[in-house]
């Protein structure tokens, strides 16, 4: 099954700070993608990449960048972090065919106090 | 914005029924749909796809689509505890990069 790792896999931060949050992926997907999940809004898209080099805004972009300085590694970038970011961030990879489902790490805890 | 709406927002079955769960998509662009499984506190894991006007079935799940109205369900039969978890429902466009999902539904199956 395909292998996607995250870290840290909890994480507090102060307002104001800047947060790196990490992913990997061993399986030579060609999409990566940030996802955050809050009760009662599911999964959003924060950020995704087609390869490295690339990033792309996805549905809820502002206040996060992303970067992907390789096939196998991609980051979420919060520079300014706020109480309001406090989620549950998902990484996944996928194929670049349409067809084909997601792979999730397990996830990143962040807390903004 | 495009959205995927789930209903209902939570279900409870009694062990050994049937659960059924609901999906639409606002995008008339989306061509494909997945259901994914999250059990608390993990990842969410795919549970099956379904890119044809019809329906599709896999043990103790049955997946439905019609496409003229982007409208997906998903059927538990034989519901046991373990079936207990939040199911999230994506699509994805023909033309689109990434899948976009819904808001859930949690299921409850109690003894």
């Known amino acids: 099954e395909a292998a996607v790792t995250q870290s840290p896999r909890n994480k507090v931060a102060v307002t104001g700070g800047k947060v790196t949050l990490s992913c990997n992926q061993t399986?030579?997907?060609?999409?990566m993608y940030w996802y955050r999940q809050d009760t009662g809004h599911g999964l959003r898209l924060i950020h995704y990449?087609?390869?490295?080099?690339?990033?792309e805004k996805g549905d809820i972009p502002d206040g996060y960048k992303a970067s992907r300085p390789s096939q196998e590694n991609f980051s979420l970038i919060l520079e300014l972090a706020t109480p309001s970011q406090t989620s549950v961030y998902f990484c996944?990879?996928?194929?670049?065919?349409?067809?084909?489902?997601?792979?999730f790490g397990k996830g990143t805890r962040l807390t903004v106090v | 914005q495009q959205k995927v709406q789930q209903s209902p927002e939570s279900l409870i079955v009694p062990e050994g029924g049937m659960a059924s769960l609901n999906c639409t998509s606002s995008?008339?662009?989306?061509?494909y749909f997945w259901w994914y499984r999250q059990h608390s506190g993990k990842s969410p894991k795919m549970l099956m796809?379904?890119?044809?006007?019809g329906e599709k079935e896999e043990g103790r799940f049955t997946v439905h689509l019609n496409k003229a109205s982007l409208h997906t369900s998903l059927h538990i039969r034989d519901s046991q505890p373990s079936d207990s978890a939040l199911y999230l429902c994506?699509?994805?466009?023909?033309?689109?990069?990434?899948?976009?999902f819904g808001t859930g539904t949690k299921l409850q199956v109690v003894p």
């Open positions: 996944a990879s996928g194929d670049a065919d349409i067809n084909t489902e997601v792979f």
């Open positions: 399986n030579n997907h060609n999409n």
């Open positions: 990449s087609y390869g490295a080099g690339s990033t």
């Open positions: 995008d008339r662009n989306v061509d």
């Open positions: 796809s379904i890119f044809s006007n």
């Open positions: 994506a699509a994805r466009r023909n033309s689109g990069t990434y899948q976009r």
